[in-house]
């Protein structure tokens, strides 16, 4: 089973914000609904990116006794 998703999440550090399945760009002055079909697509897939980065190195961490990169120097 997985992990419920947060109702609300910033896609990596950034001003866009993803509220109840709802892209916003968020600032000082307040937010504003992403409104445009083609732009929220690419924050679905930028967002989709981001979760696999996030999975593949919490995976690499989670292997113990494997050398790492900087541990090789380089070499295989």
């Known amino acids: 089973m997985s992990a419920p998703t947060p109702r609300s999440a910033r896609l990596a550090q950034?001003?866009?914000v993803l509220h109840e399945g709802?892209?916003?760009l968020v600032g000082d002055a307040g937010a504003a609904p992403v409104a445009d079909l083609s732009f929220a697509?690419?924050?679905?897939?930028?967002?989709?990116?981001?979760?696999?980065?996030?999975?593949?190195?919490?995976?690499?961490?989670a292997r113990p006794g494997e050398p790492s990169a900087s541990s090789t120097r380089g070499r295989r």
Not at 41 to 51: F, K
């Open 22 to 24: 709802r892209w916003w």
């Open 41 to 61: 697509t690419v924050l679905d897939d930028s967002a989709e990116a981001v979760a696999a980065a996030d999975r593949a190195v919490a995976d690499l961490r």
């Open 14 to 16: 950034s001003p866009v």
